[in-house]
């Protein structure tokens, strides 16, 4: 084979591949939630897939996704004004911020009646206040 067939073979291989190398190569964090509001059941819903979930005394659920896509071309990111709501309250809040959560790539977050709170290891918690 001559050298210039090889270098388009190459090519096209490399172009072919390319897209698959990225998804593999794209850094996947995780968003979990837990309710932490004693007796209450807490409903959460997230722009990333638009659908409650209902999370009973001490129950937990998770989401999977890749920050860099969390802002992708400027739209409203994938976690933010995420909705808490349980009887009698109703709150937002943004579950991943670049700039607060950049660090973690498994923010796990515990729902209380007054914050959310993150936890940063050694059985520590930052708590932010609700937006709403």
Do not use: A, F, M, Q
């Given at each position: 084979m001559s050298l210039f067939a090889r270098s388009v073979s190459t090519l096209l291989v490399l172009i072919l591949l390319?897209?698959?190398l990225n998804n593999t190569m794209a850094e996947k964090a995780l968003i979990g939630v837990t309710n932490n509001l004693g007796s209450r059941n807490l409903?959460?819903?997230?722009?990333?897939?638009?659908?409650?979930?209902?999370?009973?005394p001490t129950d937990y659920y998770e989401w999977k996704f890749s920050p860099e896509y969390n802002d992708e071309f400027g739209t409203e990111p994938l976690f933010s004004n995420c909705s808490f709501q349980w009887e009698g309250a109703h709150h937002s809040f943004d579950l991943y911020v670049l700039?607060?959560?950049?660090?973690?790539?498994?923010?796990?977050?515990?729902?209380k009646l007054d914050a959310a709170c993150r936890y940063t290891g050694n059985l520590r918690f930052a708590c932010y206040q609700w937006k709403t």
């Open positions: 390319l897209p698959t409903t959460v819903s997230c722009k990333i897939d638009n659908h409650p979930h209902l999370l009973g700039v607060r959560d950049g660090d973690c790539n498994n923010c796990s977050w515990h729902i």
